[in-house]
């Protein structure tokens, strides 16, 4: 069993990918309580998938992808919270407009060239076991980069999530924060997006939240627990991937979706027996 | 009943009439001065136009007017959510801004996110909140605060629950104690008893008095027009503009009354010692 554990980190590249899904469980597991709880799903969406815009462009034009990814996705966070102000479509809508067009962006900036691109094919569907060092190293960066703002503005995010009106007449500028919440999705994003893939990320930050929400009703606790969720789905899904011989991004959601399906089943369980009525005499 | 196009209340309301202020109490200062306050939203003519209202120290002023009368509107242009477009609003003497410290504000229910995981002592904590320190938590101090506050409005076992869990009087109690956790002296309540009981109304106004007594001063706005006649020191009638400010029986005539909602049907029981009503049909005011 311990042999059937330890074996497939012998390899470097196993090694490194745990390590990124560490850093992937604990952001996506701290951003994705804000995602969940706020109905910020489709958002999350929409980020992963803007991101192909900046990815072409550097792509194109030999720039670093993961910095583009970062640009797109924040522009499109930004681009998010002024339509959700200022636009007089639906908010779900206007992103829908958004998600399309960036994502169209990059279709058409790659269409024009030919041939196999199997780095790109990376970023599109994910390839943790492909993860390389800078790769790491740039998502522990960013990821606690992520940690160190929810850690400094616990408070601040807390109350401008559950009252903006009154965190605003207290001095917070809820703008501001609601802004900075949107650039924190897209960062989360681009730090599991190498590994996960644009297709998948969001699962990340949804699916371990979701699941968590089900069994525990603090913020903190729903962080903790989405952590260790996205943790355990992560190294099923890794070994999965290694003794199954298949895709390990797909093999980690799904692992997480079990997750979630069993958490229904245990709240299922739960409300049955208290609504349960008394019995006949 | 709670149709709000009708700003009426269930006869044999219990809300109790308040004890009248003693007279040493000083009605030349004010928790709050408004003076010729436009605001509104950007594209549209002005909601407000030119309002002036004053809340004396120590008094719960009752702010009336049918929907759409823009209300919410001058809770947010005074407490600067939307800025205003002409006029000023000082705070004990001071800039808005600069007393943000004094003041506690409670939006309508629905602005507020009750989904959110956030427990009952969560939400009480936040009046602590007093500007941004990074990485700050909560201190034993602020963790008192809160629990105190808690107790006075009977909510104390329910400290660790989900607020999403509380009924709508209990919720409202949550927010009502983050006020008081604040330590604020003046209160800005928007529509606090709306979809209320009348015992639940009952229980909140009597915390409200409690805090009034003990100098704090409180603008609710309301659609309860018995509650103004009964509970509040002062009545505000605002449809656009100002109608009408100033002790509840000199307000709430049937013309001012008429003037303010215009072609709804009114009944008050009461404020003259019998029954006003404001007939829609002809729009003449009679009182019984």
């Known amino acids: 069993m311990v042999d059937w554990l330890l074996d497939p980190y012998d390899f470097a590249f196993m090694r490194r990918a745990l390590l990124v899904l560490l850093v992937i469980s604990v952001v996506g597991g701290v951003v994705g309580a804000y995602v969940v709880h706020k109905g910020l799903a489709f958002s999350g969406d929409a980020l992963a998938h803007s991101t192909l815009a900046g990815v072409a462009v550097a792509f194109v034009s030999g720039g670093n992808v993961s910095v583009g990814a970062l640009g797109a996705a924040v522009v499109t966070a930004l681009g998010i919270g002024w339509t959700r102000e ?9 992103i829908g407009i958004l998600f399309v067009a960036m994502f169209s962006l990059g279709i058409l900036i790659l269409s024009r060239r030919t041939g196999y691109t199997p780095d790109l094919m990376s970023f599109v569907f994910g390839n943790i076991l492909g993860v390389s060092r800078a790769d790491l190293v740039g998502a522990v960066v960013l990821g606690a980069g992520v940690l160190l703002f929810v850690a400094a503005a616990y408070r ?6 559950y009252d903006p009106a009154m965190a605003a007449t207290s001095g917070i500028p809820s703008r501001l924060y609601q802004y900075a919440m949107l650039v924190m999705i897209a960062v989360a994003v681009v730090v599991a997006l190498k590994a996960i893939g644009i297709v998948l990320v969001n699962a990340m930050l949804i699916i371990p939240a979701a699941t968590a929400s089900l069994l525990v009703h603090r913020l903190p606790t729903i962080m903790l627990l989405g952590i260790g969720v996205a943790l355990v789905s992560s190294v099923v899904g890794l070994h999965l991937s290694y003794y199954g011989r298949v895709a390990a991004s797909p093999a980690i959601v799904l692992a997480a979706a079990a997750c979630f399906i069993g958490a229904l089943g245990v709240t299922s369980w739960r409300a049955r027996r208290i609504v349960a009525p008394p019995p006949a005499r | 009943m709670n149709d709000p196009q009708y700003a009426s209340v269930a006869v044999g309301d219990h809300v109790p009439a308040r004890e009248p202020l003693p007279p040493e109490h000083g009605h030349d200062r004010y928790a709050l001065d408004v003076r010729d306050l436009w605001a509104g939203y950007p594209g549209q003519p002005p909601a407000i136009e030119g309002v002036d209202l ?3 120290v120590g008094e719960l002023v009752g702010l009336i007017g049918p929907n759409g009368a823009g209300k919410s509107t001058l809770f947010k242009a005074i407490l600067g959510l939307i800025r205003p477009q002409r006029g000023e609003v000082l705070a004990f003497g001071r800039h808005i801004e600069k007393a943000r410290d004094d003041i506690a504000y409670m939006p309508q229910v629905e602005e507020v996110d009750w989904d959110f ?7 009480v904590l936040m009046g602590r909140y007093h500007g941004f320190r990074p990485f700050r938590r909560w201190s034993a101090a602020d963790r008192s605060a809160a629990s105190d506050a808690l107790e006075r409005v009977h909510l104390s076992e329910f400290a660790a629950r989900q607020v999403g869990r509380l009924s709508g009087g209990q919720r409202r109690r949550v927010l009502m104690a983050r006020a008081i956790a604040r330590g604020a002296r003046l209160l800005l309540l928007d529509e606090p008893f709306a979809g209320l009981d009348a015992a639940v109304q009952h229980d909140l106004v009597a915390i409200l008095d409690e805090l009034a007594q003990g100098g704090t001063s409180v603008l609710l706005a309301t659609h309860d027009l018995t509650c103004v006649a009964n509970s509040c020191d002062e009545a505000v009638c605002l449809n656009g503009r100002l109608i009408a400010a100033g002790r509840p029986a000199d307000v709430l005539t049937p013309e001012i009354l ?7 049907l009114l009944t008050i029981p009461g404020v003259h010692g019998g029954v006003i009503e404001v007939g829609a049909a002809d729009g003449a005011p009679r009182e019984s």
Do not use: G, N
């Open chain 1, 86 to 94: 200022r636009a007089r479509v639906s908010y779900d809508t206007a």
């Open chain 1, 156 to 161: 601040e995010l807390l109350f401008v999530a």
């Open chain 2, 54 to 56: 004053r809340v004396p």
């Open chain 2, 117 to 123: 995981p956030v427990s009952v002592m969560d939400v």
């Open chain 2, 258 to 264: 008429a003037e303010t909602f215009q072609r709804h």
